[in-house]
C-alpha cells in the first residue's frame, strides 16, 4: 500500500482545541489546550499539523496571538486554515512559519487576489475545497460559493498547487469520509488532494490510501483521534506503507 500523509487536526475556538459537527458554529466539543493537543500529535510522531482558527474562519475574531504560538512550538510541518482571505492575514499565516496556508472563502470570493498570491506563494497555497454535494461554501462554510468543479477547473489553470477536500456532511461525524468524492475530485486534477472530514475508523484511513494511486496525497483526522478511536500511533502505522 502507498505510503499516506495524516495530518491530525486541531481546530481552536474561543482559544480552546474543539471538534464540531457538520463545521457548525455552537456544535463545539472541546478538548482542552490547542498546544496541549498539537504537542501531543507531535509526541506521537505526526509529520503534519492541520490548525484552524475557527473564529476567524466565522469571521467571531481570530486565535491569532494562540495560533502562532502552536505552530511556533512544533518541529513538524504545519498546515494553516481559518480567515486567510487578504494580503494581511496571508502575511501573519506565513509568518507563523507555517509549511503552508489553506484558502477557502477567498478563493470563492475573491479569485484575482487568490491566483496573485499562488503565483507568488506557489505551494505554500493550498485551497479548501469544502463543499455539501457539489457545491462549495465559505464564510465558515456558512455561505455557498458555487460549483465544485468550475472553481477546481479555474484554480488548476492558475496553478493551484494542491486541495483539502472536505464534505462538509461527513465534517466532525465518525461516519466515514466520502470516498466518491475524493475519487471524483481526483479524477477532475493532477494536483495532489488531502481528503478531510468523516474519519472514523484505521479502516476509513486504509480505504483513502488505496486512493494514493489516484492522487490522494494525505489525510486530516480530527475527531476520531479526540474520541479515542484510534491512536495516532496506529493511524501511523495503518498507512505507513
Ligand atoms: O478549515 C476550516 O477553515 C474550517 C472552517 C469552518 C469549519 C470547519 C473548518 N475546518 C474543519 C477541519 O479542518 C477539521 O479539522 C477536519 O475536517 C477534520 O474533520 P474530522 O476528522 O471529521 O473531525
Redesign the pocket.
Known sequence: MPKLELLP???VRDGQAV??VH???GSETSYGSPLEAALAWQRAGAEWL?L???D???GTGDNRALIAEVAGAMDIKVEL???IRDDASLAAALATGCRRV?L?TAALETPEWVAKVIAEHGDQIAV?L?VRGTTLRGR??TRDGGDLYETLARLDSEGCARY?V?D?A?????QGPNLELLKNVCAATDKPVVA?????SLDDLRAIASLVPDGVEGA???????AKAFTLEEALQAVSG
Open positions: 487536526a486541531v481546530d471538534r464540531l463545521g457548525e458554529s492541520h484552524v482558527d475557527l476567524a474562519a466565522f486554515s481559518g480567515g489553506n477557502g479548501g469544502d465558515g462554510w483539502v472536505t462538509i461527513k465534517d466532525g461525524t465518525l478531510s472530514g468523516g474519519v472514523s486530516i483526522v480530527g475527531k476520531a483521534l479526540y
